[in-house]
């Protein structure tokens, strides 16, 4: 029986179930019960169609978790199991076909891609529409999509953007709005946007704003990189990169005030989302999925090697040693830190400049 040895280590987002957390790393995705903390993984060993994922989303309405895959491939997984949908993989487009966000809304589900707004049937799983909503009708990146106030709102490079929900065919460009430069809103990409209690927020130039219905109002800023900002319980999850270990989670309400800071350097060195579960905060970090009840923590990391392995295997009585460095074509430096990585008695260790300090010169080990 075939069995993984994929990266669980580092974690880039997280979504939850009524019953399960699911957290994304760059290679695959576990879950971890809520009631029993049992840990399962998944990948293409237990019927996942690729490796490598940019973003999931579980919707409570369909009971489905998507994940999208960093080719632009999709599975959708529930009850039934898992089903794939490679249209958007197969689609000869040029372009970046990258799945940024997900939002499922009823019987549809928007992706937000570098293409635009692809909208998937999720109920019969195929792509219902394209809409390549850039400047003169061409791609434009889009981070994020929300529904709010009757509008369908887009988060681009190119500024926020808005068409009505029940308007005339949002595939035509010249019927989306960019809402930035005006009314308070700068003139910037937004990297974000979403609806917390009937209000539209969107994260643009590392502050959040929102709309009173007449004009856009500064809701958050503290000086900090905004990594990214997520609704979950009426609550905004905003997670920062910060210098000397500043990295953090704010939670705040829907007037932005800060309710909490979460904050600790073994579990919080960069936060890429968060999300609250019966009011207690899950946050996925590349230093792993963190859970976090009062001021303690439990840390799933994974028993799996760090990083992925592109050098020299060799096994010696019993014991696997993999080199995680590589070179390019002129045997220049990748400034790969991955070190060694050892596999014993069913464990994984790794040697490298962060297990010990005096490799902290050396790099591609090969």
Not at 131 to 144: E, H, K, L, Y
Not at 224 to 252: F, H, T, W, Y
Not at 266 to 280: C, D, F, L, R, Y
């Amino acid at each position: 029986m075939w069995r993984e040895h994929l990266p669980y280590q580092g974690t880039i987002d997280v979504t939850a179930s009524s019953n399960k957390v699911y957290a994304a790393t760059v290679h695959s995705f576990f879950s971890v019960d809520l009631v029993t903390k049992e840990v399962s993984r998944f990948s293409k060993v237990s019927g996942l169609s690729e490796t490598g994922i940019s973003t999931l989303r579980f919707d409570p309405v369909s009971k489905k978790l998507f994940i999208a895959y960093s080719n632009s491939n999709i599975d959708v997984a529930d009850e039934k199991g898992i089903r794939n949908i490679p249209d958007l993989k197969r689609e000869n487009i040029p372009g970046d076909k990258t799945i940024y966000h997900i939002y499922p809304n009823n019987s549809r589900c928007y992706l937000s891609t570098g293409l635009g707004v692809i909208v998937l049937d999720a109920d019969r799983l195929e792509i219902k529409d394209s809409w390549f909503i850039g400047n003169s009708g061409g791609q434009v990146r889009t981070n994020a999509f929300t529904i709010s106030g009757g509008f369908f709102y887009a988060a681009t490079q190119e500024g926020l953007k808005r068409t009505p929900a029940g308007g005339a065919n949002p595939a035509d460009f010249n019927n989306w709005q960019n809402l930035s430069g005006s009314n308070g809103l700068p003139a910037a990409p937004a990297a974000s946007v979403l609806t917390i209690q009937d209000k539209t927020v969107v994260l643009t130039k590392d502050s959040l704003f929102a709309f009173n219905g007449a004009a856009w109002e500064l809701l958050f800023a503290n000086g900090l990189p905004i990594l990214s900002v997520n609704v979950s319980e009426n609550k905004l999850m905003v997670c920062q990169d910060g210098p000397a270990a500043g990295a953090r989670v704010q939670v705040l309400d829907a007037n932005g005030t800060v309710l909490r800071t979460i904050q600790q350097p073994q579990a919080i060195v960069t936060p890429k989302n968060a999300i609250m579960v019966n009011n207690e905060p899950w946050i996925a970090d590349l230093a792993g999925l963190s859970h976090w009840t009062g001021n303690s923590f439990d840390q799933y990391k994974l028993n799996s090697p760090e990083s992925t392995t592109s050098g020299v295997m060799l096994v010696q009585n019993g014991t696997l040693l993999a080199t995680a460095g590589s070179v390019n074509d002129s045997w220049n430096y990748l400034y790969n830190r991955g070190g060694i990585f050892r596999f014993s008695e069913g464990r994984w260790s790794a040697y490298n400049q962060y297990s010990d300090p005096q490799l902290d010169t050396l790099l591609d080990f090969l």
